[in-house]
């Protein structure tokens, strides 16, 4: 059997999204920026999969501009908000996605900004109080949360953060990428200034994704060239990978009440299982508290098979991925199990679930697991 429960890392592709892409490829090669037919044939569509996106998050399309995917979306937001905007101050976490984080490290160390990082509870949810001690004391901050963590789901009540930004005039950034196709948005409600999406994440392309820049917020050019993306963002669009992403998130905001509801149940009864068949395992983030659904990081007890665990779960066709505190003869580990101080002679798996998996899967993967520690 082949279980694939690595869906935080990517997903598999839609097949609608798979043959839309093709027959595009196959007849429309205009380029969008070009007068003639075929070139205006390629805008339209880009502009169609602009304004679906725009509908799908209560926004305008004017509000969307495309990137490469999550990481570019990251950078543009921080890096224009210190350039552009003013930004002396961010207020982040320790957990924060390397596309955050390091963006924010490099900024610091030109010293171009200043950074607070928000307190963490242990299951990674954040001090809210210190959030807004750290934003009393630093005007004009941007605070830069995610809105759910990618190893171990632990997530942020996105309109609160968003309305102690708006009381104390902060920019408010926010990753989306393990959210968006996977919850509901109504950004006519929630005041964020920049959220960040990339389509891999909800059975889209690779390589694709986009940024929100609420209409109050004005930045100039992040790539200078063209006159593309309203001039903001210069360069050839990704046309297949726009229009793929636009029919990727419309077939996960359809299906997102059902998907949610069963994928939940899926991790909740794996969570069971493990607890029935592997003494002592326990489980890194929130798990019944606010927590990403598609997302179950167990913590195995210290054992001699703990160094191999990824490597046996490969071995039986199991793909999940790692996230140790620590990895064997080095220190370096996973930066978010590190930051929770999570028991480095533990072991910590994280499994990520789609709308593809089973319960049967979970039966085979949790008889894997109990094979391996008895
Ligand atoms: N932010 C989060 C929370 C992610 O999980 C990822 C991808 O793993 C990214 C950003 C980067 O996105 P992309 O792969 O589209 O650059």
Redo the contacts with the bound molecule.
């Keep these: 059997m082949k279980v694939y429960f690595d869906n935080?890392?990517t997903t598999p592709m839609d097949l609608e999204v798979v043959d839309l892409m093709a027959n595009m490829m196959r007849e429309e090669y205009g380029n969008p920026s070009s007068i003639h037919a075929p070139g205006r044939l390629v805008r339209t569509k880009i502009e169609d999969a602009r304004k679906k996106i725009a509908q799908l998050l209560n926004c305008a399309p004017g509000e969307i501009f495309f990137t490469?995917?999550?990481?570019?979306a990251?950078n543009m937001a921080i890096r224009k908000s210190v350039s552009d905007l003013g930004v002396k101050h961010i207020i982040s976490t320790e957990i924060e996605?390397h596309?955050?984080s390091h963006t924010i490290e490099e900024l610091v160390a030109a010293g171009k900004v200043e950074s607070n990082m928000v307190k963490l509870h242990a299951n990674g949810q954040i001090d809210m109080a210190h959030l807004e001690e750290l934003l009393k004391a630093n005007p004009n901050a941007l605070v830069c949360l995610?809105h759910?963590?990618?190893e171990i789901g632990s997530m942020i009540d996105i309109d609160q953060v968003a309305e102690l930004c708006k009381t104390y005039h902060a920019l408010f950034q926010c990753?989306t990428?393990?959210t968006m196709g996977h919850y509901a948005f109504d950004l006519s409600k929630t005041r964020i200034s920049f959220l960040?999406a990339?389509a891999?994440?909800f059975n889209g392309p690779?390589?694709v994704?986009f940024i929100y820049i609420n209409h109050e917020t004005k930045i100039s050019p992040y790539l200078t060239g063209g006159s593309q993306e309203r001039n903001m963002r210069g360069g050839t669009e990704n046309v297949y990978g726009i229009v793929g992403l636009a029919k990727a998130l419309e077939i996960s905001c359809t299906h997102l009440e059902a998907d949610k509801a069963r994928i939940d149940a899926l991790r909740k009864y794996m969570a069971e299982e493990l607890t029935k068949n592997i003494p002592g395992v326990q489980f890194n983030g929130d798990l019944h508290g606010r927590s990403l659904y598609t997302v179950l990081n167990a913590n195995f007890p210290p054992s001699p098979i703990n160094e191999m665990i990824l490597f046996k779960l490969d071995i039986a066709g199991i793909a999940a991925s790692g996230g140790s505190a620590c990895t064997s003869g080095t220190n370096i580990g996973s930066h978010v199990l590190n930051a929770l101080k999570v028991d480095p002679n533990r072991a910590s798996v994280r499994f990520s679930f789609g709308r593809q998996n089973t319960k049967e899967e979970v039966d085979y993967v949790v008889g894997k697991i109990k094979e391996m520690f008895s």
């Design positions: 935080a890392a490469s995917g999550g990481t570019e990251d996605h596309a955050v995610m759910a963590n990618n990753d990428v393990q960040a990339s891999h994440k690779k390589g994704g």
